[in-house]
């Protein structure tokens, strides 16, 4: 089938257009991946015919049935940077940096210099604070291998191997370094919550169900960094954790906890200090 490039995004747009809430914006990032190109050259070039439209057609169908972009194209965008992702691994969220941007805060204050990250993932949150802190050591977990694979070729990218360690480990079993500062962005959503289908459907289940309630990683990780006599834990969580979280941290005993909320004002993560 032969299309223009102007035709293949109108006929993109019809069928992207109950999946998605901009079906035009998508087609364009889809059809400027599939011929690697800038979004600009579709508006220059409009009567230039597309290269193998079926395989553009494959992609379009996918993100009609509400597969995220960013697996489509393995590559999700955050700061400055792209990361590797594929099916198996969370693709990183925006109000993350948030917690990044905490975490980096306590890092330059209290001159630290050896972290362990909880859930690599795709090892945003550990890329980008081995980029912000070039001395900074960091020992990374996940339980899953599908991510410690793809954090590992992200690492290497950005030729961070020195600074970065990953491990198989359930939670921080395995890391018996003296780290100051534990990070984590865990699962934290309860089993029954509805999700989108783009999320469901599609990302990791451990990246995204914490337990019954929902807190029950959260709670083992504030006991296990206690225990490991680690002084910070700098965390995100859901937007209703905060009420069972501060009664639970009462219980444990810390020196302090401070709350933080995401760019909507919900409640989005904590800092602990222990004694
Ligand atoms: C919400 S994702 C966060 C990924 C990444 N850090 C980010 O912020 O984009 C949680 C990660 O924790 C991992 N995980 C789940 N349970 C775990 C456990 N018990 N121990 C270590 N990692 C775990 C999942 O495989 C997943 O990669």
Redesign the pocket.
Known sequence: MKKSIKEALNWAKEQLSEACERPLFEAELLLSYHLGKERIYLFLQEKEEVNDFEAFMKLVERRAKHEPYEYITGKVSFYDINLAVEEG?????PE?EILIELTAQIIQKEHITQIA?????????SIMLARMFPQLKIVA????EA?LRVAQKNIETFGLTEQIELRQ???IDKVSEPVELVI?????IAEDCLLASNVVDYE?K???FGGRVGDE?LKQIILDVKDKGIKWLAC?MGYDQKEPLQVFVNEVGVESIEFYKDLAGLDRGFIIKFP
């Not at 691994?89 to 969220?93: D, N, Q, T």
């Open positions: 691994v969370l693709i990183p969220r993350t990250e909880i859930g690599v993932g795709s090892g945003a949150i977990t996940d339980i899953c991510p480990s359930n939670l984590s962005n865990p699962p934290y990791p451990e990246a995204l990683l995100e």
